[in-house]
């Protein structure tokens, strides 16, 4: 069981910079796969970024060279510096985390960011 919990979220205006954090219940230095992923209103989830041992980090195309995955092994933490934030951001953020590739995959609860002038 991992149990997984997002926090950062909060309302900026356009062009602002968030950084979101997934604290994990246990270490996460083993654990194969780590993703951020949103969900907008009438729209569904999509892959945000992922980091997954061993393979390249993986950005969504509408992220690609604002948005920056990193784990904090030592804080068991997740995270995800946002920059120049657009309202097409606004979006429920979860975590996931895929303990190996056959592993059920486990979500946080998710957290609001919203971006508005």
């Known amino acids: ?3 997984l919990v997002e ?7 356009p062009g ?3 950084r979101l954090s997934c604290a994990a219940s246990g270490s996460i230095r083993s654990i194969w ?3 951020w992923y949103r969900q ?5 989830r999509e892959l945000v970024a992922s980091i ?3 393979r390249p980090t993986i950005y969504g195309d509408s992220v690609k060279g604002r948005f920056t ?5 030592g804080k068991n933490t997740l995270h995800l510096q946002m920059n120049s934030l657009t309202p097409e951001d606004t979006a429920v953020y979860y975590c996931n985390a895929k ?4 592993a059920t995959d486990y979500w946080g609860q998710g957290t609001q960011v919203t971006v508005s002038s």
Do not use: C
């Open 1 to 3: 069981q991992v149990q």
């Open 7 to 13: 926090s950062g979220g909060d309302s900026v205006q």
């Open 16 to 18: 602002g910079s968030l």
């Open 33 to 35: 796969r780590m993703a």
């Open 40 to 44: 907008a209103p009438g729209k569904q």
């Open 52 to 54: 997954t041992n061993g």
């Open 69 to 73: 995955i990193y784990r904090d092994n």
């Open 99 to 102: 303990p190996n590739l056959w």
